[in-house]
T-cell receptor
Framework: AQTVTQSQPEMSVQEAETVTLSCTYD???????LFWYKQPPSRQMILVIR????KQQNATENRFSVNFQKAAKSFSLKISDSQLGDAAMYFC???????????WGAGTKLIIKP | NAGVTQTPKFQVLKTGQSMTLQCAQD?????MSWYRQDPGMGLRLIHY???????DQGEVPNGYNVSRSTTEDFPLRLLSAAPSQTSVYFC????????????FGPGTRLTVT
């Protein structure tokens, strides 16, 4: 069974600096998708970035980028130039292809210090 | 477009009561799903549907029923509420089962006493 592990329950960063959130996963599938979602205090789940496993190039979305290491089963999220609005819970998710289920990590709470 | 809507936003039930959480989307999405979120854990899939008339169980289906009579609606029924079902429930939808983004509703916070 697939599992997703986020080893950092909480991270803090100074505004305008860079922070990296860690995510590892376990799977025997060769093709899959990985996602980072953001959940601010409003509780709304917001997609931050996605990565297709067959693509070697790391995905980027403005200040957000990933470091996808398929062999190591690692999928970290880098946030550059951190802003106060980035404060939220961040969840890493793996999409199981058998039933399209998203398998979620436990989340990392990101605190931005002004 | 309203996106994915859920009602109610908050609900308190007594043990043994039943209720239905409503979910609707106006994006003509084929795929819809229900998740629950508990403290310190990621979301867990309860049930999902790949189209009208087709539903299947996810990771934690016990105590819940679903049906999908239309593309737009995907209600979740709690048959006999238990304190273990205290959670935040999210409905999500996506255009299809490919890489398409899943859009989430605002969630329903359910407390069972």
């Amino acid at each position: 069974a697939q599992t997703v592990t986020q080893s950092q329950p909480e991270m803090s960063v100074q505004e305008a600096e860079t922070v990296t959130l860690s995510c590892t996963y376990d799977t025997s599938e060769s093709d899959y998708y990985l996602f980072w979602y953001k959940q601010p205090p409003s509780r709304q789940m917001i997609l931050v970035i996605r990565q297709e496993a067959y693509k070697q190039q790391n995905a980027t979305e403005n200040r957000f980028s990933v470091n996808f290491q398929k062999a190591a089963k690692s999928f970290s999220l880098k946030i550059s130039d951190s802003q106060l609005g980035d404060a939220a819970m961040y969840f890493c998710a793996y999409r199981r292809e058998s039933n399209y289920q998203l398998i979620w990590g436990a989340g990392t709470k990101l605190i931005i210090k002004p | 477009n309203a996106g994915v809507t859920q009602t109610p936003k908050f609900q308190v039930l007594k043990t043994g009561q039943s209720m239905t959480l409503q979910c609707a989307q106006d994006m003509n999405h084929e795929y819809m799903s229900w998740y629950r979120q508990d403290p310190g854990m990621g979301l867990r899939l309860i049930h999902y549907s790949v189209g009208a008339g087709i539903t299947d169980q996810g990771e934690v289906p016990n105590g819940y029923n679903v049906s999908r009579s239309t593309t737009e609606d995907f209600p979740l029924r709690l048959l006999s509420a238990a304190p273990s079902q205290t959670s935040v429930y999210f409905c999500a939808s996506s255009y299809s089962t490919g890489i398409y983004e899943q859009y989430f509703g605002p969630g329903t916070r359910l407390t069972v006493t």
